[in-house]
DNA sequence: ATACCAACCAACCGGTTGGTCTGTTAATAT
DNA sequence: ATATTAACAGACCAACCGGTTGGTTGGTAT
């Protein structure tokens, strides 16, 4: 009953890991709009509720706390990957699974579209490594091979469709500011509603996208 | 044949609008690299050959700097929108023209997608104007949503579609030091035969991303 | 109680960068 | 020739920002 009973719990106050988390939390968002170059250490710190220097205790330098919401990302991504079913006899519902966990995956932080684009602008890739752009993308390049090999899929080149359609998944979340204008005024291109409605065009649409024409009858 | 014998020609030395015209193609590739925020003006300078004072003395500031090059790519696209055939009685033929001759204009310049998802995130699309938008975005609309309305498209929402199209287009340029480990060591993405492959297969990927199945032989 | 250390803060430093100020030189008109 | 002005250069500044330093405080083991 005590605050302090459990072993394991620290009341609040002087919880590292707590903290680390809330820093890694606060410089999603803060990379989210500015890249590792773009970013503050002191907006990061602002949004955290602790001192500056926190992060460099923690995370060494700017970039030590950039590599570890990287690793993060890609970790949690890489997680919902292997709970998904991906090795279905049907390809076309490899692939429908794949994109739309994808997609439920980026509703709920809307911020990771944007940090890996401006890892590929702004650092080169440099800290985006071949093992995790391999990790993410591998499963989505198998089902495509699969499809094209067993001409369920049209003869689609299975690296550049799969490049092709993760675009068509995330330009959505990176250029919302850009394309708000097209809906009428106060429309919230986050709302639950706009969300779901992105959700089942790019699905269909990837799907449609490598899909052989409908076999002649028999 | 004497070096100024032309009226208008100037020698070279001492030429304005040929100033303002390097001034502002690297400022384009600066801008692209790091945004508004992330572009150094020393750097475009260098580029230039001329001195840093020179883009406040044209430009006023970063930020005029920084407008003049998106209007000018903006321009640019609208002016090779107006000529193409956008309005063919088939509009799988229309959008194929649409996406074909956006995929040219960017292999002709790799640098915009990067400036416009600056634009889009970091400047949370405070400089790319409602009628840019609109102006760049409203042909392939008109397509879409002709193609839903008469049957020969799927019935996509027009403006969801629109943007999935454009995120398809765009994102390997976005992306390629992301996705370059993705194909073999030493190949480049930025090569003749690279782009032409992905101008083929996302226009195949787009028409075919709204076209509705093929009818029954009827 | 007290010694100890991880977790934290406030003040400061040095390099970078957008922008300015003072001048200088090349073209042009008269 | 010479006055005028547009087109340039170079030195400089104030603000900003990543990172450091020295010191403080709260939990905890003995």
Redesign the interface.
């Given at each position: 009953m005590s605050p302090s009973s459990t072993k394991k719990s620290t009341p609040a106050t002087r919880d590292a890991e707590a903290t680390r988390g809330r820093i890694l939390d606060a410089a999603e968002e803060e990379f989210?709009?500015?890249?590792l170059?773009?970013a503050r250490t002191e907006a990061i710190a602002a949004k955290t509720g602790v001192t500056k220097s926190m992060i460099f205790y923690h995370f060494g330098d700017k970039e030590g706390l950039y590599q570890a919401v990287l690793q993060r990302a890609v970790s949690m991504r890489v997680a919902t990957i292997q709970k998904t079913d991906l090795h279905n006899a049907s390809v076309e519902l490899s692939l429908r699974n794949f994109v739309d966990s994808f997609l439920r995956d980026l509703s709920g932080n809307p911020n990771l579209p944007?940090i890996?684009?401006?890892?590929?602008?702004?650092?080169?890739?440099k800290f985006?490594s071949?093992i995790a752009?391999?990790s993410l993308?591998a499963p989505l390049?198998d089902i495509l091979k699969r499809g094209s090999e067993s001409g369920q899929f049209?003869d689609?080149?299975p690296?550049?469709?799969?490049?092709?359609?993760?675009?068509?998944?995330?330009?959505?979340y990176?250029?919302?500011?850009?394309?708000?204008?097209?809906?009428p005024p106060g429309t919230n291109p986050l709302s639950t509603e706009m969300i779901e409605?992105?959700r089942r065009?790019?699905v269909?649409?990837?799907v449609?996208?490598?899909?052989a024409?409908?076999k002649?009858?028999e």
């Open positions: 989210a709009r500015g890249g170059l773009g944007a890996f684009f401006y890892e590929g602008i702004q650092n080169k890739g985006y071949q752009i391999t993308y390049v049209r689609v080149d690296l550049h469709s799969a490049v092709n359609i993760i675009g068509m998944c995330v330009f959505y990176c250029s919302i500011d850009n394309v708000k204008h097209l809906w409605m992105h065009m790019a269909e649409q990837t449609a996208s490598v899909l024409p409908c002649t009858t």
